[in-house]
């Protein structure tokens, strides 16, 4: 039972919005000043200093073009590497001539389970009880 004059619970979930909240556009269409999301693949990414702070910025490119994606004070994203797909959102800006989002909202896509040629090298089993390497392990 509620007391008089209490507030509800908010409801379970999330708070924000769905995200991507605006439709992806094609990178080559993105022109400064304007919040969009955007979705490539991460083609290169470089540490640097910004004025004396440290920074990194990933090149994200699709069909239609390519822009920067920079993150002030890391040197490094984990996960964000060269052909991994990525997801970000924010405000187009301009940096020498190429379109940056600056700090974006960013998803990575899952990474590949393996490569087309076949799984990769297989984990070593564990000896079984009666092998001699057991025997001459206990």
Same mark, same amino acid.
């Given at each position: ?28 269409? +993105?022109?400064?000043?304007?919040? +969009?999301?955007v979705r490539g693949e991460i083609r290169s990414s470089t540490a640097m ?6 920074? /990194? ?11 920067? *994606? ?7 994203? *984990? ?6 797909? /990525?997801?970000?959102?924010?405000? @187009? ?6 379109? +940056? *989002? ?5 998803? *990575?896509?899952? @990474? ?10 297989? @984990? ?10 057991? @025997?001459?392990?206990?």
């Open positions: 039972m509620t007391e008089p004059g209490a507030r509800p619970c908010r409801p379970a979930g999330p708070v924000r919005p769905a995200w991507p909240t605006w439709p992806v556009r094609p990178i080559g269409q +993105v022109r400064p000043q304007e919040r +969009v999301v200093a910004l004025r004396g702070c440290p920074a /990194c910025r990933y090149t994200l490119a699709d069909d239609t073009g390519e822009l920067d *994606l920079m993150f002030l004070g890391r040197v490094e994203i *984990l996960g964000m590497e060269k052909g991994r797909r /990525c997801t970000a959102e924010g405000t @187009a800006a301009s940096r020498d001539d190429r379109i +940056v *989002l600056w700090n974006p909202r960013y998803e *990575l896509e899952p @990474a590949a389970e393996q490569d087309s040629d076949g799984p990769g090298p297989a @984990a070593p089993r564990p000896a079984e009880p009666d092998s001699p390497t057991a @025997a001459a392990s206990g």
